[in-house]
């Protein structure tokens, strides 16, 4: 249960890890010995530590967030992806769902919304990550986590027909947005496949929480591929633009939920002659009526 790790780009630095997931309740001692190449003696440290049964799953205050922006307060929207933060979620080990549909108890751990069992994605000690459940209504959500049989507290998302959010690639404010071969559009960049967009190429945006599809998907099952699960909305891609300037809107030719995927959605639309060049162009989605997503960043050469 007692570990010591060492990083020598640290220097002298040792991390202590205490794993109480495999230990009983109670006191336990344990030593840990620093012996030197030196010759100076070797350094005993006692560590005690007391382990107490675990308490009832707890969610945090606005625990709920959007898996794409992961900021407080947002909206979510029915069979959107949320990342649910808490304390003792699980009393395990983490653990990601292996297979599709995906089921409503991991690990021994449920989500209910509204009382109603959701999709589970993945569990841990802090997180967990599922799916609001198609059929839920709009307004204030009441979530909370089951663990073991064991009912945790409730925490409060405000629930919307749709909330779309694009993802982001974790470099600058570039979106998840792949050209037609497969490469990021952004300058190129090492490490990443990438290379600027050009006009006339398809696009592919990914994102999250854009509503409801025709069909409609059940809880936790995967997209079909044939018919294909549009969004029952329309929605229009915006590039560049600012305070001055106007955007150029693009009327994409497929927004709906990834075939043989869960949550996911994507956009696809084709770089018009008229959009804007550069390092740095900002990209969004609008709904008909005006709901408007964050902006992410795309190259274009």
Known sequence: WLSVNTNPSLGNVFTVSINTASTTPGVHHGVITLN????????TIPVT??????????????????????????????????ALFGEQLSANEPVQASSLPLTAELSGVRVLVNNKAAPIFYTSYNQ????????????EALIQV????????????????????????????????????????????????????????????????????SPAVAAGVPSPVDPLARTTVNYTVALGGGTIITPTTVTPFYVGLTPGLVGLYQI??????????????????????????????????
């Open 128 to 139: 967990v990550n599922f799916v609001i459940p198609p059929d839920t209504e709009p307004g």
């Open 36 to 43: 030197s190449s030196a010759a100076n003696s070797a350094v």
């Open 146 to 213: 089951e663990r073991g049989g064991q009912l945790g507290n409730t925490t409060t998302a405000r629930i919307e027909q749709k909330a779309p959010r694009l993802l982001r690639l974790n470099l600058a404010d570039y979106g998840i947005v792949v050209n037609q071969d497969g490469t990021f559009p952004i300058p190129v960049t090492p490490g990443y496949p990438s290379r600027p967009a050009r006009v006339g190429d398809a696009l592919v945006i990914y994102a999250l929480g854009l509503g409801a599809t």
């Open 49 to 82: 530590v007391e382990v107490t049964a675990s308490g009832v799953p707890y969610v945090y205050f606005e625990g709920a967030r959007n898996n794409a922006t992961f900021l407080a307060g947002e909206p979510l929207a029915p069979n959107g992806i949320v």
């Open 268 to 301: 696809n639309f084709t770089v018009p002659a008229e959009a804007p060049r550069g390092s740095n162009v900002s990209l969004a989605l609008q709904s008909e009526d005006g709901i408007q997503s964050n902006i992410v960043r795309i190259a274009i050469e």
